[in-house]
């Protein structure tokens, strides 16, 4: 049933992404929808020196959590004992809540499906560039100022290029969307999806061993968990073909990056790497200067106008809370088995 009032919410970030997350109409919307002080953003669950705070705290139903926000543990029931719910203008809540909250069973919601949406456009721009051999051809045009000539080109292009998606995450499906209209041949990997569900998205399901050996492009999208740890280690890397493409906009963690470093060293293979193990690399790392490498600072995901995305579906969450509807991207304890 929906509440009498709206419900009594409080901000729980890096003050700084407020203003990108939720501009002037979309704050007014919330406004609408919650009963919270725009001004009054906390970063520390712990401070009790600021009354309007702990007074705050001690009213919220709702916490509208994003980038900087604290880990939410015991300390914050203490707080917030009226606590029902934690809406979240990011993607991953696994280093965000405690199990206490989970315990009491307040409700997480995640924005991480508008995350994925810049992720994936991301993705699909490197896949698309690189089928054509952009970056090494933009390496060669610096230092010759000349046309490339038939017998370069010749491999390149992405008619029936095959690509391998390691992960139907949210991530991984919103690419295989996005992959659907090209002439491309698409592999799947992901222990939860069968042949019928890869079919069904676009793909056809395969080993991770055969998609490494099979495409011209892997991609990940798996999430970051003790069985996914350096999944792609020296063993598997080899099985990639020569010439071929490795896209991470994951985790670092996913790839043994010495071993990549080896592979990349040798130009074996190429990469698109937008997180690393570690980030930022070493100043040192060969990867920063290697061509064929094209490395980015970690902004595939939501930057600048692409927050108000995140805020949006905050606030879409918020309405539903208010009225008495289910969550429409509720994260549950047992999920975070399988997801980042």
Known sequence: MPSASPPTAVFAMDPVHLPLLFPPPLLARLRRAADVDPALVVRDFTDRTDPGVTRALSRA?????????????????????????????????????????????VAVSSAVTGNAVPVAEYTLAMILLAGKDVFAHRERFRATHARPDAARTAATGNLGRRVGVVGASRVGRRLLELLR????????????????????????????EALLAGSDVVTLHAPDLPGTHH??????????????????????????????????????????????????????????????????????????????????????????????????????????????
């Open 231 to 340: 999944m792609l280690n020296r063993e598997r890397l080899a099985l990639i073909r020569d010439g071929g493409v490795l896209v991470n906009t994951a985790r670092g963690a996913l790839v043994d990056h010495a071993a990549l470093t080896d592979e990349l060293v040798a130009g074996r293979l190429s990469a698109i790497l937008d997180v690393t193990e570690p980030e930022p690399l070493p100043a040192d790392s060969p990867l920063y200067t290697l061509p064929n490498v094209f490395l980015t600072p970690h902004v595939a995901g939501a930057l600048g106008n692409e927050l108000e995305r995140l805020g949006r579906l905050v606030v879409e969450e918020l309405e539903r809370l208010a009225s008495g509807r289910p969550l429409a991207h509720q994260v549950r304890h047992g999920d975070l088995t399988r997801l980042a």
């Open 181 to 208: 209209p090209h002439d491309f041949e698409i592999l799947l990997h992901d222990p939860y999806v069968d042949a019928a569900g890869a079919a069904a998205l676009g793909a056809r399901a395969v080993t991770l």
């Open 61 to 105: 139903e709702v916490l509208i959590t994003g980038w900087g926000c604290p880990h939410l543990d015991e300390d914050v029931l203490g707080a917030a004992p009226a606590l029902r719910a934690v809406l979240h203008a990011a993607g991953s809540v696994r280093a965000l809540v405690g199990e206490a909250l989970w315990r009491r069973g």
